[in-house]
């Protein structure tokens, strides 16, 4: 009896990792882990949470950057960060829904190794046509490029980005054929569009309205699942293709057996914080949508990229290295 009560008080303190309580959090600084260098789209809408949540919360909310493998390194900082309640991954969905396509070192996923919190918010890309190709609007683009198969190109950042695997899930959606050339981010790729290297680009709106003001670029559609509220009478892809949602989602996770207390608690916090109007107005300024859904839309809407893109990423042809 006594030998079967040591083994049960092991097996508790064994799991004890799994049963931490979120005693009052959060008690401490709250790390947020960002996968990508500072400046990016991810970067600023944890930023921008992060100073609205430390005045809310009475603890600093941290942003580390954690660049490397598309979203692997970050996935290796939470795990080997403290068990504490505290740290969290800030991310794009590509981390979940693409980098596992191109990466074989990414074997992790919501529910087995990380939890879904918080959609934080949604940010379309823009079809946008260099001046010299003519096309003004989704109608003409989809005519002139059936009319000219193979003939036009079109830039992304980098092959296996959301802007790639955008352009070829409407590809295949509308049976279009355009060459696909590939640049080292959306550094590189914005200037090949304005200066007329390739024809058409997805890009997000911010990097584009100056050029679209000079008349250098147009805008001709969207990839969310309705019209941007910063570009109404730029028309969605889903008009012509139903269901057609490549929007960029930005969301956190946590490393799976995190408190569900400090889980539920940051997702309150992150949903009072996406509708304040100070913060609206700098989301909005930046062309982000907010959200502030709680972790059983999160999931949901992660499975649901997850399958968009494992369709795009099958047409595009990517392979895992």
């Known amino acids: 009896m006594q030998r079967r009560s040591f083994a049960a008080l092991g097996l508790a303190l064994a799991a004890a990792p799994l049963m931490t309580m979120a005693q009052g959090f959060p008690s401490k600084p709250v790390k947020f882990i960002v996968p990508y260098a500072p400046g990016g789209l991810p970067d600023s809408v944890a930023r921008i949470v992060a100073q609205k949540l430390t005045e809310r919360m009475g ?36 981390m979940l829904s693409i980098t596992p396509q191109i990466n ?36 003409e683009f989809v005519d002139k490029v059936r009319a000219n198969p193979g003939h036009f190109t079109y830039g992304s950042s980098g092959i296996g980005s959301s802007h790639h695997l955008t352009m070829e899930a409407m590809k295949a959606g509308l049976k279009l054929d355009l ?46 699942a309705t019209r941007s509220p910063q570009a109404p009478d730029v028309a969605a892809i889903s008009e012509v293709i139903p269901g057609f949602d490549f929007s960029v989602t930005v969301g956190v996770l946590a490393r799976t057996g995190t408190a569900p207390e400090a889980i539920k608690r940051l997702a309150d916090e992150i949903a009072w914080a996406v509708r304040q ?12 949508n907010p959200v502030g859904a709680g972790p059983d839309a999160y999931r949901r809407e992660i499975e649901r990229e997850n399958l968009a893109m494992a369709r795009a990423g099958r047409h595009a042809a990517l392979r895992a290295d």
């Open 179 to 224: 060459r696909h050339v590939p640049f080292r981010g959306s550094g590189q790729s914005v200037p090949a569009l304005v200066g007329g290297q390739v024809d058409f680009l997805f890009a997000a709106l911010p990097s584009m309205a100056g050029f679209v003001k000079t008349g250098q670029v147009t805008l001709i559609a969207s990839n969310d």
């Open 277 to 288: 109007p100070d913060l609206v107005e700098k989301f909005q300024g930046a062309s982000i």
């Open 104 to 139: 074989r070192a990414a074997t992790y996923a919501v529910g087995k190794d990380l939890a879904a919190v918080s959609l934080i918010a949604r940010s379309p890309l823009f079809l946008v046509a260099h001046a010299k190709t003519g096309v003004k609007s989704l109608s």
């Open 59 to 94: 603890q600093s909310v941290v942003v580390d950057n954690k660049p490397g493998g598309n979203g692997v390194v970050a996935y290796q900082t939470l795990m080997a960060s403290a068990y504490d309640n505290h740290s969290f991954i800030v991310s794009d969905g590509s």
